[in-house]
């Protein structure tokens, strides 16, 4: 029974990439600002307040967004980029297992990684505002 098993655990395992296994399809990224508490935007859905730490799909891009009020806005990609390591790790035993960890791997996106790590920026201070203008007229004379 227990090699029944171990048999088991082992064509489970042959069955999936190494990144798969290893790492998953999600990346931890932190997030943080200066100034503290800017509002986080994630893919168009506000995800609270800087600072913060979220587990990421790593197979695609993301669209972040640092706002606060007084502050000019920063926004960028987050780029999902593939880790040539995993590529190799699969591709190295997939000539003994028929290339199946190269397809998991490539269909689930787990090969990726999302660069960078941990995003930090700092939110610009709007310009301050132009006095007020006063009218140019004169005042009508005493009598």
């Not at 090699?3 to 489970?12: I, R």
């Not at 590529?87 to 190295?92: A, G, H, R, S």
């Amino acid at each position: 029974m227990k090699k029944l098993m171990s048999a088991g655990l082992v064509l489970s395992l042959l069955g999936q990439g190494c990144a798969t296994v290893f790492k998953g399809n999600y990346s931890d990224v932190e997030f943080a600002s200066y100034p503290p508490g800017a509002r986080l935007v994630i893919d168009g859905f506000d995800r609270g307040n800087t600072p913060a730490r979220f587990s990421m799909e790593s197979g695609r891009n993301h669209y972040i967004s640092f706002l606060k009020d007084g502050y000019r806005e920063q926004s960028f990609y987050l780029q999902s980029t593939v880790n040539p390591g995993w590529v190799i790790l699969d591709i190295f035993p997939g000539f003994l297992l028929g290339f199946i960890p190269v397809l998991v791997d490539a269909i689930t996106g787990a090969w990726s990684d999302l660069t960078p790590g941990g995003v930090s920026v700092i939110l610009p201070p709007l310009p301050a505002a132009p006095p007020a203008r006063t009218s140019a007229t004169p005042s009508p004379p005493e009598e």
